[in-house]
């Protein structure tokens, strides 16, 4: 709706006469409207710089793969670029980002049921691994790296091997995600620091 002139629109949708605001909500509703400008600028320059670095990077690999005669087989794949000097790094990520099918239930329960069966004089330490394992996190997220964890264990019991082919099964590509990260250092054999581009960590 259009707010009529001399009028301010407060957070429960009502409409102040713009004399009947006090000066200091005045004065905060138009920093904080002008620094919130800025930062959409910056994201949206942030984005097209995000868009810049991989257009860039994969035209040189372009190039290298036309050097040598081959085909680049699409945008899978990690890989680094470094200045001459060795002072500076870009790197280029590509990180599939894992979800579990409903098969994880039914992995939980033939879980659950080789700890039963184990529980006579099983190892404790084993049962809190598998059950921090399939606990969700305070985000309400499953821990995958657990998860993932519990499929290294070497046990050679059939209803723990049908378990964790289950996980397997379970195991779905959700999204994929790009990522680009820059480093530098002030020597050759320094330690590479990551060159910040999230607010929080500038």
């Not at 709706?1 to 200091?24: C, F, N, T, W």
């Not at 793969?65 to 945008?75: A, F, L, N, S």
């Not at 059950?131 to 969700?136: G, H, K, T």
């Not at 290294?152 to 099964?169: C, G, K, P, T, V």
Request: glycine share 6%.
């Amino acid at each position: 709706m259009s707010i009529p002139e001399g009028y301010m629109q407060d957070a429960a949708g009502r409409l102040v006469l713009i004399e009947h605001v006090k000066p200091e909500h005045l004065l905060e509703d138009e920093l904080v409207k002008s620094l919130a400008k800025e930062a959409e600028e910056l994201n949206a320059a942030l984005l097209k710089f995000r868009s810049k670095c991989f257009t860039e990077a994969r035209a040189f690999l372009d190039v290298l793969h036309e050097k040598y005669g081959v085909k680049r087989g699409g945008d899978k794949g990690n890989f680094q670029l470094k200045a001459y000097d060795g002072s500076l790094r870009l790197l280029i990520s590509i990180n599939d980002c894992v979800a579990f099918g409903p098969e994880l239930q039914v992995a939980k329960e033939l879980v659950d049921s080789c700890l039963k069966r184990w529980s006579n004089g099983a190892n404790k330490n084993l049962s809190a691994i598998v059950n921090d394992a399939f606990d969700v996190g305070k985000e309400g997220k499953l821990r995958k790296d657990k998860i993932f964890g519990l499929m290294r264990l070497n046990i050679e019991d059939d209803e723990w091997q049908r378990a964790m082919q289950a996980i397997s099964d379970s195991i779905r590509i959700d999204t994929t995600r790009e990522y680009v990260r820059f480093h530098k250092r002030a020597t050759v054999d320094g330690k590479w620091e990551q060159v910040p581009l999230d607010m929080a960590k500038v």
